[in-house]
């Protein structure tokens, strides 16, 4: 059987400074979950919203400390374990990589 495909959002309650004008970290989970629930309803993937500040486990926590250490700009979308979009992502960068994994 197949693990479920994740998808992480790494962001901060407080907004990179590049992020000023854009939805928060948390409006940004929310808008994919729904956005990828529409495109691929038959699916079902396993969505994972990460406190940069808090990570709950020790993979959480090594792509924190990466997304700090290298200044990207958050929210930064992950899927397994890979980095797909960062600061404004954009839905068919997201799509694109979904369809790839099934």
């Not at 948390?26 to 979950?33: K, L, Y």
């Not at 691929?40 to 020790?58: G, K, R």
Request: charged content about 25%.
């Amino acid at each position: 059987m197949n693990s479920p495909v994740k998808i992480y959002v790494y962001g901060a309650e407080v907004k990179c400074a590049s992020c000023v004008n854009l939805p928060s970290a948390s409006e940004t989970f929310e808008w994919i979950e729904a956005a990828v629930n529409r495109k691929f309803p038959e699916n079902q993937y396993e969505y994972i919203y990460v406190d940069l500040h808090a990570p709950a486990n020790d993979t959480e926590q090594e792509m924190a400390t990466r997304i700090v250490e290298e200044d990207l700009f958050y929210p930064v979308v992950v899927i397994n374990d890979e980095i797909v979009a960062e600061g404004n992502p954009r839905l068919p960068d997201i799509y694109k990589k979904l369809e790839q994994l099934q």
